[in-house]
């Protein structure tokens, strides 16, 4: 049997957040979800810095630091609620089927430290708060592409509820400006016509007849 030894062993405190920790927090996540992203084009995390920040004011969400000598190694935040002006999640899909759900809304672990067991933590300690607020499930949401956390979710026996999937249909594409279009040429002018003496403005002079002109020259001569 193989004993662990406290020096080969990091301890992982749990926390509260608190105001002072929302930037470095925030620089956190996007540190974490910066590879996954590239695999999840589109659904990217985290949301944005304003609803992080307003998340912070909600009574209904808890922010967990996990922390290993001071510094940040893992993140989650659960909601109590289905709030935000952003969620679409429908609680009385859960109410019918006899759910009180705690929304995972985030999980993320410093890259230098997953598969070292912090998630699992972070996970024993949703249990724990969804158990005593009387909460029967976790529930969240996970990009279909993030593999790595589908696999790890399911290991834990995650399973998919039937209620959302991203789908998306063509819409047969139209530009918003139209083609090229062809114009009448300006008519062009006969060279000749002269300048009448008048100062007024010059009549319309009606379109030279092609070889009018020429006649009457050709009957001057002929006189
Ligand atoms: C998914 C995540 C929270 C798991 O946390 P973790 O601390 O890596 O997980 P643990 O160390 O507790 O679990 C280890 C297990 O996860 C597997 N694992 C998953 N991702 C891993 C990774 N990137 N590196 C190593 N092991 C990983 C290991 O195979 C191991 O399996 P086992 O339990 O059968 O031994 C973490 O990897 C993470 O933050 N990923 C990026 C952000 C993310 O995708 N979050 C979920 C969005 S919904």
């Known amino acids: 049997m193989s004993t662990v030894k406290p020096q080969d062993t990091l301890e ?18 996007k540190l974490v979800f910066r590879d996954v992203n590239r695999e999840t084009v589109e659904y990217q995390r985290p949301r944005s810095k304003r609803r992080f920040m307003e998340v912070y004011t909600s009574e209904w ?20 609620e289905a709030t935000g002006d952003d969620n679409w999640v429908n609680p009385r899909w859960f109410e019918k089927r006899g759910m009180r759900p705690l929304f995972v809304e985030e999980l993320a672990v410093h890259p230098d430290y997953q598969g070292r067991g912090v ?3 972070m996970m ?9 607020r009387g909460c ?12 790595a956390a589908l696999a790890w979710y399911r290991a834990r026996s995650f399973y998919k509820l039937d ?4 789908m998306a249909q063509k819409v047969p594409g139209e530009p918003d400006l139209l083609p090229p279009r062809r114009i009448k040429r300006r008519p062009k002018v006969a060279p000749e016509v002269e300048a009448s003496p008048n100062t007024g403005p010059m009549p319309e002079a009606p379109a030279a007849k092609p070889g009018a002109r020429k006649g009457r020259a050709a009957a001057k001569k002929s006189s």
């Open 124 to 132: 024993d300690q949703l249990q724990h708060l969804a158990r005593t």
């Open 12 to 29: 992982v405190r749990v926390r509260r957040i608190h105001r002072r920790d929302l930037n470095r927090t925030w620089e956190f996540l």
């Open 136 to 147: 029967t499930h976790l529930v969240l949401e996970v990009a279909e592409n993030n593999e």
């Open 119 to 121: 998630g699992s933590f």
């Open 61 to 80: 969400i808890e922010q967990l630091l996990y922390e290993v000598d001071g510094e940040i190694v893992g993140y989650s935040e659960c909601a109590f």
């Open 163 to 166: 209620a959302a999937i991203f």
